[in-house]
């Protein structure tokens, strides 16, 4: 029988091939946080590379690995805020509905593939215009009922357990005009 670090290893490893990577087959970049219940910090989570490392830390964690690191971890993060994420049916009036929203993010394409962060701006002419806005995942389609700021791309630190991280800026900063950076 395997104890000690090598039998956490192994359960680890069992982990990623039985629970995590049959659920996970695509990089998607968005997270979107709730900006109306700080008790439930997401709504929609991302599903890249940082989300597997956050999951691996805390199976590590609650398999009895004491992790001490000596620095801060910085960890990427796009994200949309919103009041809400509704999960969608596809019918016809939903697909006409996220057909107006790609037709509008079209209007500023050319300004996002200069810089991604053109993208709050779209999303701030979807917010106005009252678009709906939509995310499509893996798993879901969600119609967004989107909040001030819109969307940030920023570097926050990862949360390494027992600590819970949060994308949630301070409910200060939510009712401010959009700012460039996080």
């Known amino acids: 029988m395997i104890d000690g670090p090598s039998a956490c290893f192994l359960r680890f490893t069992d982990w990623v091939a039985e629970s995590f990577a049959p659920a996970h087959h695509s990089f998607q970049p968005l997270e979107v946080a709730d900006v109306s219940n700080p008790n439930k910090p997401v709504l929609v989570r991302s599903d890249m590379c940082h989300d597997f490392v956050t999951d691996g830390l805390w199976f590590l964690y609650e398999n009895g690995a004491h992790l001490q690191p000596e620095s801060h971890v910085f960890r990427d993060h796009i994200i949309m805020y919103a009041w809400k994420a509704q999960k969608q049916e596809q019918s016809p009036q939903m697909l006409r509905r996220w057909q107006r ?75 401010q005009e959009p700012q460039a950076a996080c």
């Open 101 to 175: 929203y790609l037709r509008q993010l079209e209007l500023s394409l050319a300004r996002i593939k200069k810089q991604f962060t053109f993208a709050r701006e779209a999303l701030l002419w979807n917010w106005r215009l009252q678009v709906h806005s939509f995310l499509h995942t893996e798993h879901a389609t969600y119609s967004l009922s989107l909040a001030p700021p819109f969307l940030n791309y920023c570097y926050l630190p990862l949360a390494i357990p027992p600590q819970a991280g949060t994308s949630i800026p301070s409910r200060r900063r939510l009712h």
